[in-house]
């Protein structure tokens, strides 16, 4: 858990060191002061001023700062009972509104340049990519429940071969068409006994992920991958290689199928195995958390395939395209939340953030190098695209919001008012306050669901 906090709050530190980098620049190209740039919140754990800036790294390594010269003087100016905040030179408000515009967009921008250069980095490497086949197994078989898939005649086994007339060949590209397309009619051509059959499905809102769900499950095979050391799997004497031919005396002709019978929280869970053309008996001794969960230690054989490295070109094409596609899915996510989405669930707060970081990173690098650096690069484009996006919102307070006033400004060309520029800021503080609290809580409850 602490090693995963550790490379979380690396890697949300680059990722906001990267924005308030843009801050930096675009200021000090404006011709505004910088008076200190911190990585981090709260009081300084190391501290060096060069060429006029104070550079901080913060006890509270989440988040970070770039403090502009004159940043704050529409408080000053509101005390004295200004009609107008200073422009004094080098100062923020100082700058012309377009300076001042160009500054507060710099951050996301930043933010989408380095989300392209990681990508095109990746996709420069080459990688490897696990996924599942694209036959499937529909999720009734196993919840008990009818979802879109069942009323639109998907049935077990089908293969999903195209999605609105794109091929589709596995698991990830499926997701990719039906997540972000909530509510959305789509065109399905799936391979049935050497079929292909048209067939029309529009994926429901999971409130819990704010993504679009038809109810398939995908097809694996119960061929064990790996099993995890002093899990209940190995101290049955499963190994890797074994295929599962039953559970409880019931035939498991896909590894999904276990979870089902786990829904019954057996104490004791009986196998029957395949090794090497014989046959055993095995008895695992099972053990639940506080929400009926438990991990039999088990991972089952996938499609592992390498995605070959490509010219300098063809991976800035790539990684440009790659974040676009972000870009837009995180528009559409963004949307979503206000239709009934369990925002307790679905918004994740810097906590969570930077233990899904961290995982990712523990994970991927458990297996090789290659792969923690994609894993975590694909990871931190998301976020550092996510924190574009939110940034930009026209909520007070924030880089969205800011440039909406300043855009004022420039069109009406009279000085802003403190008064005005007070309360914006008060509004969208107690909004970015809230969000936080409300975040914090929900992640909160999630750290505790881990455990």
């Known amino acids: 858990m602490l090693i995963k906090i550790m490379l979380g709050l690396i890697g949300l530190g680059i990722v906001v060191f990267v924005h308030e980098l843009g801050h930096f620049i675009a200021a000090r190209l404006s011709g505004i002061d910088v008076e200190a740039f911190s990585i981090g919140w709260g009081k300084p754990i190391f501290s060096k001023v060069f060429h006029g800036v104070e550079y901080r790294i913060g006890i509270f390594p989440v988040g970070g700062y770039c403090r502009m010269k004159g940043e704050t003087e529409f408080k000053e100016a509101l005390t004295n009972n200004d009609i107008a905040i200073p422009r004094e030179p080098g100062t923020f408000y100082g700058a012309s509104p377009l300076k001042r515009i160009l500054t507060a967009f710099a951050g996301p921008f930043a933010n989408v340049i380095f989300a392209v250069l990681v990508l095109s980095l990746v996709w420069a490497i080459g990688f490897d990519v696990q996924t599942l086949d694209n036959k499937i197994v529909l999720a009734s078989e196993i919840e008990g429940k009818t979802f879109p898939a069942d009323e639109a005649g998907l049935q077990t086994g089908d293969r999903i071969i195209a999605i609105n007339g794109k ?35 529009k994926p429901q809102l999971d409130t819990d992920t704010g993504a679009g769900r038809i109810g398939i499950y995908f097809w694996t095979d119960p061929v064990i991958e790996t099993v995890k050391a002093g899990s209940p799997a190995q101290l049955a004497g499963l190994m890797k290689g074994d295929r599962i031919v039953s559970v409880q005396g019931m035939p498991l002709p896909y590894s999904v199928a276990l979870y089902k019978v786990l829904k019954d929280r057996p104490s004791i869970l009986q196998l029957n195995i395949e090794r090497n053309g014989e046959f055993f008996n095995k008895e695992l001794i099972l053990s639940y958390d506080d929400q009926g969960q438990t991990n039999i230690g088990l991972e089952f054989k996938t499609i592992r395939y390498r995605a070959v490295a490509h010219s300098i070109p063809e991976a800035f094409v790539k990684g440009a395209s790659e974040s676009w596609k972000t870009f837009t899915v995180s528009i559409k996510s963004l949307a979503v939340l206000f239709k009934g989405v369990n925002l307790s669930k679905a918004v994740s707060g810097p906590v969570r953030i930077t233990y899904m970081v961290g995982d990712i990173a523990a994970e991927g690098f458990g297996q090789s190098f290659g792969a923690g ?79």
């Open 167 to 201: 091929p589709v060949s596995n698991y990830s590209e499926i997701q990719e068409q039906i997540a972000p397309n909530p509510g959305q009619t789509l065109q399905l051509l799936v391979e049935r006994n050497g079929e292909q059959i048209p067939i029309t499905v």
């Open 373 to 451: 650096f994609t894993a975590i690069a694909s990871f931190l484009s998301l976020i550092s695209i996510s924190l574009c996006i939110m940034n930009l919102l026209p909520i007070p307070a924030l880089d969205g919001g800011l440039i909406i006033l300043f855009f004022i400004e420039l069109i009406t060309r009279k000085p802003l008012h403190p008064k005005a520029v007070y309360w914006f800021q008060m509004l969208g503080a107690l909004f970015i306050f809230s969000l936080l609290i409300f975040s914090v809580f929900g992640d909160i409850m999630f750290l505790f669901g881990k455990k």
